[in-house]
Every structure is written in structure tokens, then in C-alpha cells.
């Protein structure tokens, strides 16, 4: 009995400290959304990994209520590359809301904090996810 205890704790150990990456297994990519106007509709978290599909049809997809100033978004998938889109749907109508020139008139956030000057690209909203995995901080801002 001692022998298949000396080969069993040590495999079991293993086994135990394995993370779920080490089995080709998802972990969550969170982001931590900041600059919410509070109790005003929903926010829509969106995360891409092709960019041919970029702002057309997400990879991944949640939608948060706006009770705090603050908001985080957790999504099961692998290590990777992923563009990240959110808007604030104030008035609480399922889209994001645009002017007569395609300027959003709701509050957005993109992947790396980045402010476009016209339509994001997917490269520049891209995060590289992977272990260490920490929360990605994202600000929403209103284009005017």
C-alpha cells in the first residue's frame, strides 16, 4: 500500500497544480470597464478574434447591467488574440447609436484604450491574451 501511495501523491500533486491552460482548456479573459454612466441602459462587451469579422459578428458576447460606475466582463476562451469593442446603450435599444456621419453618440471603449479618428481597425482594438492573465482596464469615452 505505501508503494501506490509514493507513485499516486505525486501524480495527483501534478495533476493539482495544473492549470487549465496546460490542458489546451480555456481560462478567462476579463476586462474591467471603467467610466460607466451609472443606471443609464446596458453595457454591450464584444471580443473578436478574426478580423473579418471585426465589428460585424463577435466572437464572444455579454451584456452588463450599469449599476456601478465600474463594470467587469469575463469571457471563457483560449489564449489568443482578440479586438475588444463596448459601447453604453444609453436609451436601452439592443445597438449602438450613431450620428447622420457614423459617429457614435453613445459612450464607446476599444481594446488598449484606443481613441480612433474614424472606424477602428482591428489591430489597433487588439489585446494578446495569455497567462499571466491580468483584468484588461478599458475606459469608455463619448466621441462628442
Do not use: H
Not at 7 to 26: E, V, W, Y
Not at 33 to 55: A, C, D, R, T
Not at 115 to 135: C, H, L, Q, S, V
Amino acid at each position: 500500500m505505501r508503494c501506490i501511495e509514493f507513485i499516486l501523491l505525486p501524480g495527483l500533486f501534478l495533476l493539482s497544480s495544473a492549470t487549465p491552460d496546460s490542458f489546451g482548456q480555456s481560462s478567462s479573459l476579463t476586462i474591467r470597464i471603467s467610466n460607466v454612466q451609472k443606471k443609464k441602459g446596458k453595457l454591450v462587451v464584444e471580443i473578436y478574434n478574426n478580423p473579418s469579422s471585426w465589428l460585424k459578428n463577435p466572437f464572444q458576447k455579454v451584456v452588463l447591467s450599469t449599476n456601478d460606475a465600474t463594470a467587469l466582463a469575463s469571457f471563457d476562451v483560449p489564449t489568443g488574440k482578440y479586438a475588444v469593442s463596448i459601447y453604453q446603450d444609453i436609451n436601452d435599444n439592443g445597438e449602438l447609436d450613431r450620428n447622420f456621419l457614423g459617429v457614435p453618440r453613445e459612450p464607446v471603449g476599444f481594446g488598449n484604450n484606443y481613441r480612433p479618428f474614424g472606424k477602428p481597425t482591428f489591430e489597433a482594438a487588439r489585446i494578446d491574451y495569455g497567462p499571466p492573465a491580468k483584468p484588461q482596464d478599458i475606459k469608455l469615452f463619448e466621441v462628442f
